[in-house]
DNA sequence: AAGTTATTTAGGAAATAAACTAATTACATA
DNA sequence: TATGTAATTAGTTTATTTCCTAAATAACTT
């Protein structure tokens, strides 16, 4: 069993999703984003935080790709993008949750006999 | 909106699942523990690395109550556990995903009208 | 008892992360 | 153009994390 057999990417997008999610400040945005999207100040302003703070911590979450930015004139807002979260929340737990596996033997062994 | 309104733990479980799961060697070990049990010198044979860094990463992902250990004799054995961190994902999952959201006001919706 | 193996604890060096202030860029408007 | 507001970048400080080696603890074996 070589290193790579444990399908992870090392510098890659799964590392950059749960490093993004190990800060509680950017959990919280990512929840505060999650009824509407927002702009940079509103976000700052929501937390007790300097905005060079905030606009760090919506760096790291923008380059994880659990949200997106669009400039508006002089305003930037902030959306929420669930879907690479989703992907690579629910890869790991495929990855690490036993109880998944027989169903998914199951679905893979069907596939081949087609 | 005061700072409770956003529902999560500052120092609490969610915290230490999420940090434990920022670590690609602490992901790795769960996913290598994911079929079976297995003592704390079999994992750190596995990886690259020496076996008190090894030993360090299995008191985090202990703590964050992702795996659970039994001495038996001269041996520790390390297992899997599963619940804290699908219930943790899932968790998440619920509070950032608003596309779970109409489904949940019907669901709560249904239950108080019993 | 003495030696061997398994694992953890202690201590310290190097890298990373997180926060702030000050300065800068970009846009809007008087 | 000058002024104000929004947001980011730069640079610094402090705290935390991660890794290692060496030493300690615990349990087997002869």
Redesign the interface.
Known sequence: ?N?DT???D?GGS??RV??A??S?HR??I???L??SSLTAGEIAE?F?MSKPSVSQHLTVLENAGLIAKEKRGQFVHYT?V?NN??NT?NG??Q?????SRPLKRESEAKAKSK
Chains 1, 2 share one sequence.
């Not at 990855?95 to 109880?99: A, D, G, N």
């Open positions: 069993m290193d444990l399908n992870q090392a799964a590392q749960f490093n999610l190990s509680l959990r919280k990512l929840a505060y999650s009824a929501r007790n929420i669930t979260l989703i929340l790991f737990a990855e690490v949750c036993p109880v």
